[in-house]
């Protein structure tokens, strides 16, 4: 459905394009978990997943906004955290000796931060989600998905408590399953979040689906699938 559908076909500003940049990219991590998914790799997929949710949530508060110069601000958020992430990673090189500490990149990189000055850095994720109406997304799946991108302490051992032989490259058909399921869900967000820049028609298209299927019946009843 989503290759045969055309995007686009109007000029937008900066804060558009990154909606266009997270549709292209969602796309690609959607079709990356369904591999994973089809291989049973449900840790691999349930990371995915929240990275596909974190696109919707970054690409839907930049474009969310009509007014102008609202949309510029959240931009100019939007390129400061990447400018700082990006020298924070120059910086912490040049000072292990691994890139050189007079890149012409670096310095690039600091003089991109020095106009930004004026910016407040983009929110953390959390908050991004509660100002795109995403917030019920964050209490019933973010958290569960953070602990295997950041190997919380349950991740750590709780396969290990009370087991006498865990075998390696073991398939998790339960987990991938679910993982498939908040992919879904939060790759339809997306869709419906960019319809509006892109013109791509998809969002009430993907909505009906969701809602025609019995694997998201409770997910509906929770209010999730709704909004």
Known sequence: MVLESSVGGKETDRAGLVMGGAYFHAFRRFTAIRILVAAGAGEGAMILARSLLSIAARAGYVDQHEDPEERERRYRQYKKRLYSDALETLEGGAALGIVDADRPDIAETRAHLAELEDSSMLPPDRQLLELVGLEPFYHAFYRRLSDYQHFS???????????????????????????????????????????????????????????????????????????
């Open 153 to 227: 302490l349950d991740m750590a051992i709780g396969e290990l408590l009370g087991v006498e032989q865990l075998r390696l490259g073991q398939p998790e058909p339960e987990l991938a399953r679910e993982a498939l399921k908040v992919a879904v869900l939060s790759y339809g967000v997306l869709l419906h979040l960019s319809e509006r820049t892109l013109e791509h028609d998809l969002g009430q298209r993907t909505l009906s689906l969701v809602q025609a299927s019995p694997d998201f019946a409770d997910d509906a009843s929770s209010g999730v699938n709704s909004r």
